[in-house]
């Protein structure tokens, strides 16, 4: 939260006066780019998982930093998001779900993979549903952050830039609330298919 919430909301407001809304909006996200790849570099999490969100983070970076002006910088990021959005659902239509590798790579630490099982085991037809619809709420998070940030940038304009980021940070949260229930949900579907 200080790292995708606080820090950047505070550098916003600090700065947007001082220098232009483009480079106060580049400014407020440094804080969660330095965090998430510090966090990275700690861990060392060479998995699908941590290779996923290096691979969004760039992006959106990169995106930032090409589009030259705040509203365009608001606007590509909308955009994004609704691509990774898209990507998800292509991942469902590839019958390859994100959400079974995210679930393979935390599964075994947490205790919800039985032992000796691998990534192989989830690949169950039975599964596949399960999956299926947690890779769909993944999907969703994207697609709802996005058009809830189109129809406050419409209503507020750069202006309610610090009220984006409190949304963004809101709907997240609550998007990984239900991925949350729903993945222990479909740990225990694992449990039942796959046996202890």
Not at 43 to 59: D, H, M, P, R
Not at 123 to 134: H, I, K, N, S, T
Request: charge should be positive; glycine fraction near 8%; avoid cysteine.
């Amino acid at each position: 939260m200080l790292f995708y919430a606080v820090l950047p909301y505070v550098i916003w407001m600090l700065t947007r006066h001082a220098l232009s809304d483009y480079h106060a909006l580049l400014l407020s996200t440094v804080p969660g780019f330095v965090y998430t790849i510090g966090r990275f570099a700690k861990e060392k999490s060479w998995n699908v998982t941590g290779v996923f969100l290096i691979v969004a983070l760039l992006v959106g970076t990169t995106v930032d930093l090409l589009s030259g002006d705040a509203e365009t910088m608001i606007m590509n990021n909308i955009r994004t998001l609704l691509v990774f959005g898209v990507f998800f659902v292509a991942t469902m239509l590839a019958k390859r779900p994100m959400a079974l590798y995210f679930f393979a790579d935390t599964a075994r630490v947490l205790g919800w993979l039985p032992e000796g099982r691998g990534r192989d085991a989830l690949r169950d037809e039975r599964l596949m549903p399960y999956f299926q619809a947690l890779t769909l709420l993944f999907a969703l998070r994207y697609v709802v952050i996005a058009l809830v940030k189109l129809v406050m940038f419409s209503i507020h304009g750069v202006e309610g830039y610090g009220l984006l980021i409190w949304w963004r940070v809101a709907l997240s949260w609550g998007f990984g609330g239900l991925i949350l229930l729903a993945s222990l949900y479909v740990a225990g579907r694992v449990r039942s298919r796959i046996g202890s």
